[in-house]
């Protein structure tokens, strides 16, 4: 886990550490020093830690004006014990709501596991966002770890989505197929 970094390609248009909006604004990283773990399994320094322990992000692009952000995670996302969905929400998506972005994008490849706990916070985020005609997709979610979250029903709250070259897009176009997508399956 220690070599998977946060996907960098876009980071000549943002830079969440530099946007003054963002959650992450200010923070400096190491290249070197490995700190944080997930488990007994250290991983890299660019990721953001966010209040799990389990769990930990990278924003890869906030675009205000298009009103829409791209999320990459990696970990374990337990809501049974460490309550993630409620860290995640509070701590990152509403302050970006706060800012006027509704539609998140979540790159979910390098969730290992899903735990679920219960709804609650999948609601209270679906009703903020759909008020706001928003959304939110994960994205290339694992096999196993997509099991689990439609196991606990979740999926109803949060899109699944599987794009396996989402890299070679730019920000926008990732943006624009998504959303698009997502208003052609609302529309039948």
């Not at 943002?14 to 997930?38: A, K, M, N, W």
């Not at 096999?143 to 689990?148: A, G, I, P, R, S």
């Not at 979250?149 to 396996?164: D, T, W």
Request: charged residues 30%.
């Amino acid at each position: 886990m220690q070599n998977i970094e946060p996907f960098y390609n876009w980071r000549h248009i943002y830079i969440s550490e530099e946007d003054r909006l963002s959650p992450f604004f200010g923070r400096t990283y190491s290249e070197f020093e490995f700190s944080q773990t997930v488990y007994n399994y250290y991983i890299h320094p660019q990721w953001d830690e966010f209040g799990s322990r389990t769990l930990y992000l990278k924003v890869l692009i906030a675009d205000y004006e298009e009103k829409y952000a791209v999320i990459e995670l990696i970990g374990e996302w337990n809501d049974a014990i460490e309550n993630d969905i409620m860290e995640l929400k509070r701590e990152v998506l509403e302050k970006f709501m706060g800012e006027g972005i509704f539609k998140f994008i979540l790159i979910g490849e390098n969730v290992l596991n899903y735990h679920s706990d219960g709804p609650d916070y999948y609601e209270e985020l679906y009703e903020e966002v759909t008020e706001e005609n928003g959304w939110v997709v994960c994205l290339n979610m694992p096999e196993q770890t997509q099991y689990d979250f439609k196991k606990a029903r979740l999926n109803r709250y949060v899109e699944l989505m599987e794009l396996l070259n989402w890299r070679t897009y730019k920000p926008f176009h990732l943006f624009k197929k998504i959303d698009n997508e997502i208003s052609a399956r609302l529309s039948l």
